[in-house]
Each structure stands twice: as C-alpha cells, then as structure tokens.
C-alpha cells in the first residue's frame, strides 16, 4: 500500500484566496484524520471522521474551515477565505478503528503558506 | 484524555540506551499510553502502545508501573537517524481522539 497520500504537498496562496487539501487515505481503514501543525500551537487535531460521517469537528477554528468525507477514499479540507495565521503544515491521518493496537498512519502533510 | 507531561528537549550519544519519561497523574482507567515519533518534514510515526508493566516490539520498550502515573520509553542503542522529537499521548479506550503535547526534542550525537 502506498501510505496516507495527501495533495498538494505544497501550496502557496494569497489571503482571502480558497485553499483546498486532498488526502486519500490507507484503503480499508474507516477512521480519518485532519491535524495542523504549527511552532506554537503544535500538532491539533482538527477534526476526524469514522466510516465517513464526522465524529468530532471541535478542533476545526472557525467557519472558515470546513471538511468533507464523500467516500471512504477520499476527503478534502477547505479554507474559505485563507488568512495568513493558517499557515501550517496540514496532515491527514487514517486508522483503523476495532484493532487491538490503535495506530493512526499519517501522510506526508501539506505545507500551507498564505501570503 | 490524561494530560501527558514530558522533557522538552534531550541529548544522547550514538550507541546509548535513551529513556524519554512521560508523566500522566490524573491517566484514566481504560486510558492507554502511546508514543510517537516524529521527524523532520515528516508526519508522526506509531512507536509502541502499552497500558500497564512492559510492552516491547522491534523499535523501542514501554514501562508503564503498577500506578500507571507515568510511563517511559526505552530506545535501545540509538543512532543518530534517532534525532526526532518523541509524543507520549493519552489514549482514551474505544475512541480515537489523540491530544498531541509538545513532545520531547532527542538529539543523538556522533
């Protein structure tokens, strides 16, 4: 298996412009994960999804942010409109949820800088 | 999720046995202890999960004692492709919500 593959692997955008991250996850597994990663806040978990449907979307910071499961292969993370305090470097997670040793599997991230 | 509390940096010599201690008071009974690893412009990496006494695999050790207030990997004989920074997290049993903490900054020396 590939791995966790997240796109774009960077992104470089202008403020108010709409950024969207792509992230196909581990196939068969059903859980999947939205972090953001920054020198001061650390890694957050934004929002995670199980067998498509979010559980928990309290780390997501405001409207502006938004996060859809279609499918079980695919999801996406919008900001709409970018600001210049959401650059970080964005990782998606997927897991497998019921296995004796819970492991989430992350991908390589996207770096997002807002100009 | 038991708020986890760890070393913020370390230093180590290659061929050294590293021990990263991650204090957790106030850890949960269906709580479990999990480390990560995590290298530079990379994504976090599972190590090793244990809820209480010894767990080892082919990477590292995790002593977690009988109180369960604190928990401590063992990286045997590191190299320097050790250099990493390591996360102890809590894990709450049947959900899958990780609190990511600062983590522990290890720099292995030549």
């Known amino acids: 298996d590939a791995g966790v593959i997240q796109s774009p692997r960077h992104e470089v955008t202008e403020m108010g412009q709409e950024v969207t991250l792509r992230c196909k996850p581990i196939s068969g597994h059903n859980s999947l994960f939205w972090y953001r990663q920054t020198m001061m806040r650390g890694l957050e978990l934004l929002i995670y999804?199980?067998?498509?449907?979010?559980?928990?979307d309290s780390g997501m910071p405001e409207d502006r942010f938004s996060a859809k499961m279609p499918n079980a292969s695919f999801s996406t993370l919008k900001i709409q409109p970018s600001e210049p305090r959401d650059s970080a470097v964005y990782f998606c997670a997927s897991s497998l949820t019921g296995a004796l040793v819970h492991e989430q599997f992350f991908g390589p991230g996207t770096r997002l800088t807002v100009l | 999720l038991a708020k986890t509390t760890q070393p913020i940096s370390m230093d180590s010599y290659e061929g050294q046995e590293v021990n990263i201690t991650c204090s957790h008071n106030?850890?949960?009974?269906?709580?479990?202890i999990t480390w990560y690893q995590q290298f530079p412009s990379q994504g976090p990496r599972f190590i090793i999960q244990g809820y209480k006494t010894k767990v080892t695999n082919e990477v590292a050790s995790l002593f977690i004692p009988a109180d369960r207030k604190s928990s401590t990997l063992s990286l045997p004989r590191v190299s320097l492709s050790d250099t990493a920074v390591y996360y102890c997290l809590g894990q709450r049993e049947g959900t899958y919500k990780y609190i990511f903490g600062t983590g522990t900054r290890l720099k292995v020396l030549a």
């Open positions: 106030n850890i949960a009974t269906n709580d479990y």
């Open positions: 999804f199980n067998n498509n449907v979010p559980i928990d």
